[in-house]
């Protein structure tokens, strides 16, 4: 069941690291959703600053050192 207009999504983990999974989000005060949104949220924002950085590393070198 989904909330909010999210879409739902389908993931394979056993039933042993789920159902822990679960206890340490409860631990935590959260919901394994909410943690796994997080998760995925905290890596997509890395994933782009380094290609932005990566894209102007390249821009860099590219222009030569006078180009600042």
């Known amino acids: 069941m989904t909330t ?3 879409p ?3 993931v394979r983990i056993d039933e042993e690291t ?3 999974y679960g ?3 409860d631990e935590e005060g959260t919901t394994r959703g909410d943690d796994l949104r997080r998760h995925a949220k905290k890596r997509v924002a890395a994933w782009k600053r380094k290609k932005a950085a ?3 590393d390249l821009t860099r070198r590219l222009l030569g050192p ?3």
């Open 66 to 68: 006078d180009s600042d």
């Open 18 to 20: 789920w159902a822990e």
């Open 4 to 6: 909010k207009g999210t």
């Open 23 to 25: 206890q340490l989000c």
């Open 8 to 10: 739902g999504r389908m």
């Open 54 to 56: 990566d894209a102007a």
